[in-house]
Structure formats: structure tokens, C-alpha cells
């Protein structure tokens, strides 16, 4: 999987935006919760599924695991730009150092206490890594790191997720909104031609295909265009009406039936991931702007919603778990589920809310007078004193 890291902007996080404002829940934005659980549940399905097929015959459908990270990566592209938004909205900049601060006390120690009990693990000879894998988990470029062991397996879409992180605030800051849409809308026009045109061009190169960075970030660049002109569709009558018709209802089924391009691979990395980008982030409106719809209704219900705040834990930890080969450490299910989610729900406990706990602590000190700041569109550096 590849989850969206991070959690959905609260008051301390600062306001996304006006469009996303109006749907502001006391904590969070309505619905993203329920949908980052509905995704680590698509991942948590392949992977049991996998482990709990004695046959090896895995799941019925193996590509809703990918699907779910898909679903993860436009999700962070909208969370992550709506927070910049808000951001340019208050205060006509951008501050990149404290966005830095505040993702990497997010990130970071649920990510390398999970490695550090993997390296142990090694270490004890219980778990078995490839030359390369620590070097590469530890430095976010899993993603371009092949052969891999399983259990950093995962951590490509992590990597594709901090690479994103290092470079989209600083488009944003330096471009502006309006220039920066541009060079999404050419992204999303040149990726799909990269991902067909890379295995022909540079042989060996296809099983890395959807995991490089610029052969999947258009999943993050939908998510990042629908934050950036989410107020403007919005005042779209014919686009209001549709949502409001139960014609928006069926776009989980009509996404569904587009993953079944996989089987098709040059049709799939050449449409079909695009209209996967494009179904997610319609869905992902849909249930932000709409909460109340007996759909959205689901998202919203506080047993799916702890569950997507567990999904960043959950994510990491299930890949110790859910080794579907013979050897695993846990294999059996579903006791290895089962291991899986209490590992999880100790480490967000444990790690995750502390951690964050001291980001906000933290924050205030090292930011009580200047910020460094980017104006946007002009590329120009500055400092604002106060708050």
C-alpha cells in the first residue's frame, strides 16, 4: 500500500480553504478518514488474502491492493494542498521550514521505529533483508530499489510520498497556484506517455513502472489539482447537479470496473490510470462536500474512522505480518491480522500520538517570532516576524 501519511487538517493544522471550510468537521475534513480506512482495507485484504491461501492462489482480485494505494496518494495530493492553500490564504506565503518541522515529526518516528524493529529482527536472524534494503528504506527511495526483501517492500509508495513532500510545496511556493496547475495539468498529460514509452526505451525498466516517482505521482498531481480548483468546479451548476444525482453514486463501481484495464497493461498505464486519478478525486469531492449522503454517512461513523487514523500504523506494521510465503515470521491467519492490528493500534498509541503530542509542544518554540518564508509566483525569499 501507500498510504496517505499524515492525519486529516485539524484546527492546529490551520484552515484548508474556503470550499473545504464549509465542510470542516469540529476536527477534520468530513469523509477522508473513512476513506483512507476503506483503502488500508484493500491493501489488508491482498496481503491476508495472500497469506491465508494455502494453495498460494492469492486473492480473487490482487490489483485492489495497488488500487488502495492509489487511492492513498490522490488523498495526500488534496490533504497536502489544501493545507498550502490555507496557508497562502492567511498569510499570502508559504512557510516551507514549517512545513518541513511539522511532516517530519509526523512521519518520521512511526517509519524508522518500524525499521529499527526490523533491523533487531534481522539482527536476531528471525527476518531475512536484501543487500541494499535498510540503505534504501532509510533514505525514501525504495522506489528505486529492485531486487527488495518483503518486509521493506512497501515502503515504495512511503518513498514516493516524502519525494512528493520534498518537491510540491516548493512548485507551489515558487510558481504560484495558477502556474503550478499548469504543470500538473503537463504532468498528467506526460506521465501516462513515460509509463509506455520507458520499458521500450530503457528495456529492464518495466517492473518499476507505477512505483518511480514520475511513473505514479500523477495520483498525487489529481489529488494536488482537485484541492487547486476545487472552488471553481464547485460553482459549476452542471457539476453541483451531478453530484447531487445518483449517477455520482455508482463512481466506486465504475472504478472498480476501470482497475480491470490491468489486465491490458500498455491500455491500463496509458488511460487507465489516468481514469483511476480522475474517479478517485471525483469520489474523494463527493464525500468531502457531501457528508451527508448515506454513502459518506459510512465514512463518517467513528468505528471507520479510527480505523483511518490507525491507517498510517496499520500500513507499516502489516507488512511484518503478512508475509505470504511459507517462511513468515507470523503466517497463519487470521492470527497474523490479528498481530497486525494490535502492533498497530501500540505503535499509534505509543509512537504516532506522542510524537505529534510533541510537534505541537515544540512548535510554538521554534517558531515564536520568524518564519522563513517563499512568496509565491515571483520565487523570492523573505521573513515574516510574528505570528
Not at 469523509?31 to 483512507?36: K, M
Not at 500538473?184 to 501516462?192: F, I, Q
Amino acid at each position: 500500500m501507500i498510504p496517505v501519511v499524515g492525519t486529516t487538517p485539524s484546527v492546529a493544522d490551520g484552515d484548508p480553504g474556503s470550499s473545504v471550510q464549509a465542510t470542516l468537521q469540529p476536527r477534520s475534513i468530513a469523509s477522508l478518514d473513512g476513506l483512507r480506512a476503506v483503502s488500508i482495507a484493500l491493501v489488508l485484504y491482498v496481503h491476508c488474502a495472500r497469506s491465508a491461501s494455502p494453495s498460494g492462489a492469492g486473492p480473487l482480485f490482487p490489483e485492489l491492493g495497488t488500487l488502495g494505494v492509489r487511492v492513498f496518494f490522490v488523498i495526500s495530493g488534496f490533504l497536502i494542498t489544501s493545507l498550502l492553500l490555507g496557508e497562502l490564504r492567511r498569510t499570502g506565503k508559504l512557510s516551507l521550514r514549517k512545513f518541513y518541522y511539522r511532516r517530519l515529526l509526523r512521519i518520521f518516528p512511526p517509519y524508522y521505529f518500524y525499521l529499527a524493529a526490523i533491523f533487531a529482527l534481522m539482527s536476531l536472524e528471525v527476518v531475512k533483508l536484501m543487500d541494499g534494503d535498510l540503505g534504501h528504506a532509510l533514505t525514501y527511495t525504495v522506489n528505486y530499489h529492485r531486487p527488495r526483501s518483503w518486509y521493506v517492500g512497501h515502503a515504495w509508495s512511503l518513498s514516493v510520498e516524502e519525494q512528493f513532500y520534498l518537491s510540491w510545496p516548493a512548485i507551489l511556493a515558487v510558481a504560484g497556484p495558477r502556474r503550478a496547475g499548469r504543470l500538473l495539468v503537463g504532468y498528467l498529460v506526460v506521465a501516462p506517455l513515460w509509463r509506455v514509452l520507458l520499458p521500450a526505451l530503457i528495456p529492464g525498466t518495466a517492473p518499476a513502472v507505477g512505483e518511480t516517482f514520475f511513473t505514479t505521482g500523477d495520483s498525487l498531481a489529481a489529488g494536488c489539482l482537485l484541492a487547486l480548483w476545487r472552488d471553481d468546479i464547485g460553482r459549476w451548476p452542471a457539476y453541483s447537479k451531478w453530484l447531487l444525482s445518483p449517477l455520482s453514486a455508482i463512481l466506486p463501481l465504475v472504478l472498480l470496473v476501470t482497475d480491470e484495464l490491468h489486465h491490458w497493461t500498455k491500455i491500463y498505464w496509458l488511460v487507465g490510470v489516468t481514469a483511476e486519478n480522475i474517479l478517485i478525486a471525483l469520489i474523494v469531492d463527493r464525500a468531502v462536500r457531501h457528508p451527508e449522503f448515506v454513502t459518506n454517512r459510512v465514512l463518517n461513523w467513528a468505528p471507520v474512522r479510527l480505523v483511518g487514523v490507525w491507517s498510517y500504523s496499520l500500513y507499516l506494521w502489516q507488512q511484518l505480518f503478512l508475509d505470504p510465503e511459507p517462511h513468515a515470521l507470523i503466517a497463519t491467519f487470521p492470527a497474523n491480522l490479528l498481530l497486525t492490528i494490535g502492533v498497530s493500534i501500540l505503535s499509534y498509541y505509543v509512537i504516532e500520538r506522542p510524537s505529534l503530542a510533541l510537534r505541537a509542544a515544540w512548535e510554538h518554540r521554534l517558531f515564536p517570532r520568524a518564519d522563513f518564508l517563499v512568496s509565491p509566483g515571483n520565487g523570492t525569499l523573505g521573513v515574516k516576524t510574528g505570528r
